[in-house]
């Protein structure tokens, strides 16, 4: 690893891995978390008055999309689609002809409030906060037609075991899939176009990691680091020291390091020429959520992802061993100045991400294998991470917990863990990851409203094409509303394209 030694953290992905050297003694640097020093232009993204002149898939400001969210998260994991989007129409249709046929303004909001309160989907629930975001009444389609729909989608057999409720799970987005196949086993508001904050750090090495190999050295020019957002999460990284690719790599996976990032960028030929290729590797990997406006996640007006999207690009990286080892790390040593006689100091590093490394509120998940955590004034928290327990490997995404708790974004993921790992064979799923457009050809055509030329043919591709990557699985679609007793089954072969195992043995370098 150039100057310092690694140290991984020990879950059942680690069996037969070949011992690192223990880390040698020095202080773990205490990084900040990427806040931005005004919240003025970047929470306005959150409330959404820029975000609607960039993103086409913002929350609209009418009550529809509101009803129809409430609907659904009211109505519980188990209620279809369907039965969930068809009863906002109808209650904002009777204030609407209300209004209009001269009922006084506080007559039509009755209307409106009793037809809510007669809902069977609403009896006994409690009202969201009405500061909360709503997400878009229709996200895209890609991975099928359950995931473009608000609120929980999971189909549970007999003897599932529940979701865990609204109240433990508040983040505005997750979904849980099956990392090898594909399958998703439950998702909300999974095509949510949000902040990704540092999670975006992953689509960043699918795409810059495969150039440079890991014993190539740059010597950090000032210029390298310009750009650099206020408040930015940092290892350490000094003008006009040398440091090995490796090191770079380890300082953007444990420390979340923008200076590392930035420094990679400018070996890949500046920062507008990196985000670029970003935008570009999204579409290949048919992330059509995605938005790229800096390569380390920093908010920036425009820039969003998806908990999907998210999901995407660590599936991708994880076919890379060293992507695997990077983010997989718990503790490395890191270079630090120059000494006499120009011998480098070192001094330890952590992985920030807590369900590897663990925290005094938290313990590291069993099986887990990184991915990538983030957090922004945005963004809030957000993470994907990737776990295995016996052969079955799941990926998790949260982004943006309501419950503004210590390390609640990892709580709720290893919520989410738990309840996947224990229903996997007991649900239906409700879409998939989708691959990359060499493989999975024809879903990148789907608009994010479904629309356009072959819209419900690609739709049906992204639900039962070829491009899966294991073998055959069912796919469950339910109609909309009027036609809701109308079950339609796609059955589909997937031709396998495994996951390697997350960390095969391999000797650490020194």
Not at 282 to 303: M, R, W
């Given at each position: 690893?150039?100057?310092?030694?690694?140290?991984?953290?020990?879950?059942?992905?680690?069996?037969?891995?070949?011992?690192?050297?223990?880390?040698?003694?020095?202080?773990?640097?205490?990084?900040?978390?990427?806040?931005?020093?005004?919240?003025?232009?970047?929470?306005?993204?959150?409330?959404?008055?820029?975000?609607?002149?960039?993103?086409?898939?913002?929350?609209?400001?009418?009550?529809?999309?509101?009803?129809?969210?409430?609907?659904?998260?009211?109505?519980?994991?188990?209620?279809?689609?369907?039965?969930?989007?068809?009863?906002?129409?109808?209650?904002?249709?009777?204030?609407?002809?209300?209004?209009?046929?001269?009922?006084?303004?506080?007559?039509?909001?009755?209307?409106?409030?009793s037809?809510?309160?007669?809902?069977?989907?609403?009896?006994?629930?409690?009202?969201?906060?009405?500061?909360?975001?709503?997400?878009?009444?229709?996200?895209?389609?890609?991975?099928?037609?359950?995931?473009?729909?608000?609120?929980?989608?999971?189909?549970?057999?007999?003897?599932?075991?529940?979701?865990?409720?609204?109240?433990?799970?508040?983040?505005?987005?997750?979904?849980?899939?099956?990392?090898?196949?594909?399958?998703?086993?439950?998702?909300?508001?999974?095509?949510?176009?949000?902040?990704?904050?540092?999670?975006?750090?992953?689509?960043?090495?699918?795409?810059?990691?495969?150039?440079?190999?890991?014993?190539?050295?740059?010597?950090?020019?000032?210029?390298?680091?310009?750009?650099?957002?206020?408040?930015?999460?940092?290892?350490?990284?000094?003008?006009?020291?040398?440091?090995?690719?490796?090191?770079?790599?380890?300082?953007?996976?444990?420390?979340?390091?923008?200076?590392?990032?930035?420094?990679?960028?400018?070996?890949?030929?500046?920062?507008?020429?990196?985000?670029?290729?970003?935008?570009?590797?999204?579409?290949?990997?048919?992330?059509?959520?995605?938005?790229?406006?800096?390569?380390?996640?920093?908010?920036?007006?425009g820039?969003?992802?998806?908990?999907?999207?998210?999901?995407?690009?660590?599936?991708?990286?994880?076919?890379?061993?060293?992507f695997?080892?990077?983010?997989?790390?718990?503790?490395?040593?890191?270079?630090?100045?120059?000494?006499?006689?120009?011998?480098?100091?070192?001094?330890?590093?952590?992985?920030?991400?807590?369900?590897?490394?663990?925290?005094y509120?938290?313990?590291?998940?069993?099986?887990?294998?990184?991915?990538?955590?983030?957090?922004?004034?945005?963004?809030?928290?957000?993470?994907?991470?990737?776990?295995?327990r016996?052969?079955?490997?799941?990926?998790?995404?949260?982004?943006?917990?309501e419950?503004?708790?210590?390390?609640?974004?990892?709580?709720?993921?290893?919520?989410?863990?738990?309840?996947?790992?224990?229903?996997?064979?007991?649900?239906?799923?409700?879409?998939?990851?989708?691959?990359?457009?060499?493989?999975?050809?024809?879903?990148?055509?789907?608009s994010?409203?479904?629309?356009?030329?072959?819209?419900?043919?690609?739709?049906?591709?992204?639900?039962?094409?070829?491009?899966?990557?294991?073998?055959?699985w069912?796919?469950?679609?339910?109609?909309?509303?009027v036609?809701?007793?109308?079950?339609?089954?796609?059955?589909?072969?997937?031709?396998?394209?495994?996951?390697?195992?997350?960390?095969?043995?391999?000797?650490?370098r020194?």
């Amino acid at each position: 690893m150039g100057s310092g030694s690694i140290r991984r953290s020990a879950g059942a992905l680690f069996r037969g891995v070949l011992s690192a050297p223990r880390a040698k003694a020095g202080t773990f640097t205490d990084v900040p978390t990427t806040f931005c020093a005004s919240t003025a232009s970047t929470d306005s993204m959150a409330s959404t008055p820029s975000m609607a002149s960039t993103d086409p898939t913002a929350p609209s400001a009418s009550a529809a999309p509101a009803t129809t969210a409430a609907l659904t998260a009211s109505a519980g994991p188990t209620a279809s689609a369907g039965a969930t989007t068809a009863a906002a129409p109808a209650v904002t249709g009777d204030a609407g002809r209300a209004a209009r046929n001269g009922f006084p303004l506080r007559t039509a909001a009755a209307l409106a409030a009793s037809g809510l309160l007669a809902s069977p989907l609403l009896a006994g629930t409690a009202h969201a906060d009405p500061k909360t975001p709503a997400p878009p009444s229709t996200m895209s389609q890609i991975g099928g037609g359950r995931l473009g729909t608000p609120g929980v989608q999971v189909a549970l057999k007999p003897g599932a075991p529940k979701l865990p409720g609204p109240d433990t799970l508040t983040a505005r987005s997750w979904i849980v899939s099956d990392a090898e196949s594909g399958k998703v086993l439950a998702a909300k508001n999974p095509h949510w176009r949000l902040a990704p904050a540092s999670t975006l750090k992953m689509l960043f090495a699918d795409t810059v990691l495969p150039k440079f190999p890991k014993n190539e050295k740059h010597t950090v020019k000032p210029a390298d680091l310009a750009g650099m957002g206020a408040g930015s999460s940092l290892v350490g990284i000094k003008e006009n020291l040398s440091y090995t690719v490796h090191d770079l790599w380890l300082g953007v996976f444990l420390r979340s390091g923008n200076d590392a990032v930035h420094t990679l960028s400018a070996m890949n030929g500046g920062t507008k020429a990196t985000v670029t290729q970003m935008q570009q590797r999204a579409k290949e990997l048919n992330a059509n959520d995605t938005h790229v406006v800096t390569p380390d996640g920093y908010d920036a007006p425009g820039q969003v992802s998806s908990a999907y999207d998210l999901s995407l690009f660590a599936r991708e990286g994880l076919r890379n061993a060293d992507f695997r080892e990077y983010c997989s790390t718990a503790s490395a040593q890191f270079p630090g100045e120059e000494g006499k006689g120009g011998k480098r100091a070192t001094f330890g590093i952590q992985n920030t991400n807590r369900l590897l490394s663990g925290d005094y509120d938290i313990k590291p998940y069993p099986g887990i294998a990184g991915v990538k955590n983030g957090s922004t004034t945005n963004a809030g928290s957000t993470f994907t991470g990737v776990a295995q327990r016996g052969d079955r490997k799941l990926l998790v995404t949260v982004m943006n917990p309501e419950k503004k708790e210590h390390n609640e974004a990892y709580k709720e993921a290893a919520k989410l863990f738990d309840w996947g790992f224990a229903a996997a064979d007991k649900v239906d799923p409700v879409g998939r990851l989708v691959g990359p457009r060499s493989e999975d050809d024809g879903t990148g055509a789907v608009s994010a409203k479904g629309k356009g030329k072959g819209a419900h043919e690609s739709t049906q591709a992204a639900l039962n094409g070829t491009g899966g990557m294991d073998a055959a699985w069912t796919a469950v679609g339910i109609g909309s509303g009027v036609l809701a007793l109308l079950g339609i089954v796609a059955f589909a072969v997937h031709r396998r394209r495994p996951l390697p195992e997350l960390l095969r043995g391999r000797r650490s370098r020194k």
